[in-house]
């Protein structure tokens, strides 16, 4: 069964890729759960942010994918065990005459390395399920996306999707949006500064501290001198907040109706559960 094979590869070590670091197993049982389940797992021992994301992205794909699907394939260090898992169902067999739809290039090459069928939205406009990461969740299940750079490619599978499972450590909740993680806005190159300048300027944003992204689009970090560019030729700007952001539906709506703006990270009302790992065990929110 899928349940119990979970926790037995949690044993094994795993080849990752760079953007999914190594996991360091401990030789430990882990508590079986089932697909229904809604209340937390305990777990005996404590585990690494790393073995936590990986129980998460392999339950979702556990509890949400079935043979027959169209899948969306999230972006960053826990969606990568989704998309793991995925391949692995594939390969045995347990699942079959799936298709999946990336959201970033890192995510592409993965999934064709894994074997797993892929198409387009071209193609496949409708999707019975996305699984991906957050940077940060709030009580009302709103989101930021695109610390690693995908946030536009993300958005526009995951709002296609009939389920949108969120996958997170305990890290990632908040009782507020932004002062926790910057909020992404990616914008054209073409007059960027302006751009910049005029997002910072609306109302619901008022306070934040816009930075221009520079060096690897897919990290906040500054880690080169070039101006970072996303897998759609676009820069991304991230608003700092120190201050919980108090509409965060009414932020998205002003920052997405500015000209110049491409997208954002703000996903609100897209959530359907949020699937939580952390020192307690493993627990579902539903929306």
Request: negative net charge.
């Amino acid at each position: 069964m899928r349940v119990s094979t979970i926790y037995s590869s949690l044993c094994t070590l795993t080849s990752v890729s760079a953007f999914a670091p190594s996991l360091k197993v401990r030789n430990s049982p882990y508590l079986a759960t089932s697909r229904a389940f809604a209340t937390p797992t305990n777990l005996k021992m404590a585990l690494t942010q790393d073995e936590l994301k990986k129980m998460v992205g392999y339950k979702a794909v556990d509890d949400y994918v079935t043979s027959g699907m169209v899948v969306g394939l999230g972006t960053g260090s826990t969606a990568y065990f989704a998309v793991e898992r995925l391949g692995e169902l594939l390969s045995s067999g347990e699942l079959s005459d799936i298709v999946a739809i990336p959201t970033s290039i890192r995510t592409k090459e993965q999934a064709e390395e894994l074997g797993i069928p892929l198409v387009t939205l071209d193609t496949h406009s409708k999707l019975d399920v996305a699984i991906d990461g957050a940077d940060e969740v709030d009580p009302d299940l709103n989101l930021v996306k695109g610390g690693g750079g995908a946030l536009l490619r993300e958005k526009m599978v995951e709002v296609m999707a009939d389920k949108f499972i969120v996958i997170v450590d305990e890290s990632k909740l908040c009782d507020g949006l932004g002062p926790g993680f910057p909020v992404p806005v990616e914008i054209t190159p073409f007059c960027h500064e302006h751009t910049l300048r005029t997002v910072a300027a609306l109302p619901s944003c008022a306070g934040c501290k816009p930075v221009l992204r520079m060096g690897s689009s897919s990290n906040n970090q500054v880690d080169g001198d070039e101006i970072a560019v996303t897998d759609n030729g676009n820069y991304i700007v991230d608003l700092h907040f120190e201050e919980p952001i108090k509409d965060a539906p009414k932020m998205a709506e002003e920052i997405k109706s500015t000209v110049g703006v491409v997208d954002h990270g703000l996903f609100c009302g897209l959530t359907t559960a949020v699937i939580i790992a952390g020192s307690d065990g493993i627990s579902t929110k539903e929306a």
